[in-house]
């Protein structure tokens, strides 16, 4: 979206009368040609992987303890709270809204009441 408004930003200008610099030309000519985002254009690209080399530098928000990459569901885990952040196109979403509750958890949770 941002991209057709800029490309439409510079054609506008690119038809003005105006002395342009050298590299405005060239920063207008790129806003013409640069690529549209829109979101059929996304749906065709696979979406990007988890780099687990990240767990290395990668901490649970709440606890500060490590997380566990769990590739069939793309989520990292955190053991000890049962909660897990979804991984969205290769991004880990670590706000803690976002994040589930796991199934070990809520195990716990229901032996706890009985």
């Not at 690119?14 to 207008?28: E, F, I, P």
């Not at 885990?77 to 809204?97: C, R, S, V």
Request: aromatic share 6%; proline share 7%; net charge neutral.
């Amino acid at each position: 979206m941002l991209s057709g408004v800029c490309g439409r930003l510079a054609s506008a200008l690119w038809g003005t009368h105006t002395q342009l610099s050298a590299v405005a030309q060239r920063y207008l000519h790129m806003l013409v040609s640069w690529p549209s985002t829109d979101k059929s254009e996304r749906a065709r690209k696979p979406p990007r992987a988890f780099d687990p080399a990240l767990l290395e530098f990668l901490v649970c928000p709440l606890s500060k303890k490590l997380l566990r990459y769990e590739a069939s569901t793309n989520e990292l885990i955190n053991e000890e709270l049962g909660i897990a952040y979804p991984i969205i196109d290769g991004i880990p979403n670590m706000i803690p809204q976002a994040a589930r509750m796991t199934h070990q958890n809520k195990k716990q949770e229901e032996m706890e009441q009985h």
